[in-house]
């Protein structure tokens, strides 16, 4: 039995208390289950350990935005410490947590040959004694010549698994998932990317209070889930506007970010507000998810030259060049956020061992590709 208890108005805007008694059904305690919407309290017992100190902000000297006049800075994911660098360990956190609470820790995803994402969960798992087992994307003699990225998940005690292409695309289906579980023993599965929920909650804590107190005009993040730049969102409050770089080509970023902040707060309305303060650059892709073209390495090498920060291709120098290209604009066309004398804060998401792709053999690469 369920007891509800409701508040319900009359015509005439006063409220009054009913108490609802339902047989037979339970609803399901997801909801109430989430963590806290306080970037500063998103640690529990289990993931504290696990999550490393917030990211350091560096004051960035890069030509565009000295030209443009505006004051960029840059949160430097890419540097932390521990197993999981860059944005993955916030997406993780609360994946880590729901694994131990099993009989027997375990964690299974999914990625493809390149995948930051499996990497850091295979890192994170070896770190604190969790079972990993991870779904690639390919054929099971693909993986005869393992990449770099799936040698390191071997090397901290992943299972491997490939599967075909069709199969892969059913990964969020029921029966497959279920078929996993009787497979595995059981494991707590974590989304590609771990593009949900608790990705997105956990995402929040890359927010600090200090971004609350004194705002920044823009925030600029790479997606691909959209998991971190819905937390991002959510934690802003509206206090700066975000921009949002899509990795995707042929996907609205916009649609992927709000999707995944009302699955958040089941609220689509509150998920309506929060999308007022953020723009989807839907063509910062580059040509495609894991493209990287001629144009794209010289603008790589020249950043690093520069400022000495290295980027990965898939994500940060994306997103990075399209900023590059709305700062080449005159102040006036560009999105108010953007303008001359903006304060401007950049994530540096991480994924620079995938930036290994590019010293892989072709003929040992044939039939693979990158992964969030």
Same mark, same amino acid.
């Given at each position: 039995?369920?007891?509800?208890?409701?508040?319900?108005f009359?015509?005439?805007?006063?409220a009054?208390?009913?108490?609802?008694?339902?047989?037979?059904?339970?609803?399901?305690?997801?909801?109430?289950?989430?963590?806290?919407?306080?970037?500063?309290?998103?640690?529990?017992p289990?993931?504290?350990?696990?999550?490393?100190?917030?990211?350091?902000?560096?004051?960035?000297?890069?030509?565009?935005?000295?030209?443009?006049?505006?004051?960029?800075?840059?949160?430097?994911l890419?540097?932390?410490?521990?197993?999981?660098?860059?944005?993955?360990?916030?997406?993780?956190?609360?994946?880590?947590?729901?694994?131990?609470?099993?009989?027997?820790?375990?964690?299974?995803?999914? +990625?493809? #040959?390149?995948?930051?994402?499996?990497?850091?969960?295979?890192?994170? !798992?070896? %770190? $604190?004694?969790?079972?990993?087992? @991870?779904v690639?994307?390919?054929?099971a003699?693909e993986?005869?010549?393992?990449?770099?990225?799936?040698?390191?998940?071997?090397?901290?005690?992943?299972?491997?698994?490939?599967?075909?292409?069709?199969?892969?695309?059913?990964?969020?289906?029921?029966?497959?998932?279920?078929?996993?579980?009787?497979?595995?023993?059981?494991?707590?599965?974590?989304?590609?990317?771990?593009?949900?929920?608790?990705?997105t909650?956990?995402?929040?804590?890359?927010?600090?209070?200090?971004?609350?107190?004194?705002?920044?005009?823009?925030?600029?993040?790479?997606?691909?889930t959209?998991?971190?730049?819905? +937390?991002? #969102?959510?934690?802003?409050?509206?206090?700066?506007?975000?921009?949002? !770089?899509? %990795? $995707?080509k042929?996907?609205?970023? @916009?649609c992927?970010?709000?999707?995944?902040?009302?699955?958040?707060?089941?609220?689509?309305?509150?998920?309506?507000?929060?999308?007022?303060?953020?723009?989807?650059?839907?063509?910062?892709?580059?040509?495609?998810?894991?493209k990287?073209?001629?144009?794209?390495?010289?603008?790589?090498?020249?950043?690093?030259s520069?400022?000495?920060?290295?980027?990965?291709?898939?994500?940060?120098?994306?997103?990075?060049?399209?900023?590059?290209?709305?700062?080449?604009?005159?102040?006036?066309?560009?999105?108010?956020?953007l303008?001359?004398?903006?304060?401007?804060?950049?994530?540096?998401?991480? +994924?620079?061992?995938?930036?290994?792709?590019?010293?892989?053999?072709?003929?040992?690469?044939?039939?693979?590709?990158?992964?969030?």
């Amino acid at each position: 039995m369920t007891t509800l208890e409701v508040i319900l108005f009359r015509e005439d805007n006063k409220a009054f208390r009913a108490v609802i008694k339902i047989f037979g059904v339970q609803i399901a305690p997801h909801v109430a289950n989430l963590p806290p919407m306080n970037p500063s309290s998103h640690t529990s017992p289990c993931s504290s350990a696990f999550l490393p100190p917030h990211p350091s902000t560096d004051r960035v000297n890069w030509t565009p935005a000295v030209d443009a006049g505006v004051e960029f800075h840059m949160r430097r994911l890419d540097a932390v410490p521990g197993p999981a660098p860059g944005n993955k360990a916030w997406k993780l956190q609360f994946h880590v947590e729901r694994a131990q609470r099993m009989r027997h820790p375990a964690m299974l995803t999914f +990625g493809g #040959a390149w995948s930051n994402h499996l990497h850091a969960t295979a890192a994170t !798992g070896h %770190a $604190l004694g969790i079972r990993t087992i @991870g779904v690639v994307r390919a054929e099971a003699h693909e993986l005869k010549n393992l990449t770099p990225t799936l040698q390191d998940c071997v090397n901290w005690g992943m299972k491997l698994v490939p599967v075909s292409r069709a199969e892969y695309r059913e990964k969020h289906l029921p029966f497959f998932k279920a078929w996993l579980r009787d497979q595995f023993d059981n494991p707590w599965i974590v989304p590609e990317g771990a593009g949900d929920a608790l990705g997105t909650m956990g995402c929040q804590g890359l927010v600090s209070a200090d971004d609350l107190q004194q705002p920044w005009e823009a925030l600029i993040v790479s997606a691909g889930t959209g998991a971190t730049a819905a +937390g991002l #969102a959510i934690a802003l409050r509206g206090q700066s506007h975000l921009f949002v !770089g899509n %990795a $995707l080509k042929g996907v609205d970023m @916009g649609c992927l970010v709000r999707d995944c902040v009302e699955n958040a707060l089941v609220d689509g309305q509150w998920a309506s507000e929060i999308m007022e303060n953020v723009t989807a650059w839907n063509d910062a892709h580059q040509g495609g998810f894991g493209k990287v073209n001629a144009k794209l390495m010289d603008f790589m090498q020249q950043f690093q030259s520069e400022t000495g920060i290295e980027l990965d291709s898939v994500y940060t120098s994306k997103s990075l060049m399209k900023l590059q290209s709305v700062l080449s604009l005159p102040s006036a066309q560009r999105p108010s956020p953007l303008q001359t004398g903006s304060r401007i804060l950049f994530f540096h998401t991480g +994924g620079i061992q995938g930036n290994r792709s590019k010293a892989f053999a072709p003929d040992k690469n044939a039939g693979y590709e990158p992964s969030s």
